[in-house]
């Protein structure tokens, strides 16, 4: 079994979006969880870091993931994947 535990969070654009939008950074810490016998072992595995925008849809319904974009991966760094938010996403923006 696949184990994502949340190392770090931090929110970006705070009070620069609109209320009902978010823009959350996440360092995941991916383990491999096995069941030996009675016995339950984690083996620690690489890290992920996200920038995720999601939407809050109100209080009957959770979080709406519109956009997740991997650190490293869809872009080079942090920063850059900020920026394209900045811009692609401007309808989030106030």
Do not use: R, W
């Amino acid at each position: 079994m696949v184990v994502e535990n949340l190392l770090e969070t931090k929110n970006y654009f705070v009070g620069e979006t609109k209320d009902n939008y978010l823009v959350i950074y996440e360092k995941l810490q991916c383990s491999d969880a096995v069941f030996n016998g009675n016995q339950f072992e984690e083996y620690e595995g690489e890290t992920a870091e996200y920038v995720k925008v999601l939407e809050d849809p109100g209080a009957e319904c959770s979080l709406k993931s519109i956009k997740s974009y991997a650190v490293g991966k869809d872009f080079p760094c942090l920063e850059e994947i900020l920026a394209s938010i900045k811009e692609s996403h401007q309808e989030i923006f106030k």
